[in-house]
C-alpha cells in the first residue's frame, strides 16, 4: 500500500486505510505500507499509532502537498488538532 496518510495522521483520510491493513491477514495478505516521512497533517491522532504496530511500514522523504499552501498563505504553519487525548 501506498498512502501520504497515516498514524500520527488522525482523520477519515487515514481511517480506511489503516482499517484495511489491519483485516487484510484475515485473508491471507500482509500489509506492507509505504508512507512519507516527517508529513503534515491536518489533524493528529497518537492513539492510531498503537493499532498501527503489528505491520510492516516504511517511510521516505516526499515533497509535501501542504508547500503549496504555505507558499501562498499569509501563515507559514498549518494549523493541526489533536483528535486523542494524550
Excluded at 7 to 18: T, Y
Excluded at 23 to 35: A, H, Q, R, S
Amino acid at each position: 500500500m501506498i498512502s501520504y496518510y497515516w498514524p500520527p495522521s488522525g482523520g477519515p483520510g487515514v481511517q480506511r486505510i489503516l482499517k484495511f491493513c489491519k483485516y487484510l491477514p484475515d485473508f491471507g495478505w500482509e500489509p506492507i505500507v509505504l508512507t512519507v516521512k516527517h508529513g503534515e497533517f491536518p489533524s493528529i491522532d497518537e492513539s492510531l499509532i498503537l493499532e498501527s504496530e503489528s505491520i510492516r511500514v516504511y517511510y521516505a522523504k516526499a515533497i509535501s502537498p501542504y508547500n503549496l499552501y504555505k507558499l501562498f498563505s499569509k501563515s507559514k504553519r498549518i494549523q493541526t488538532y489533536q483528535l486523542s487525548p494524550k
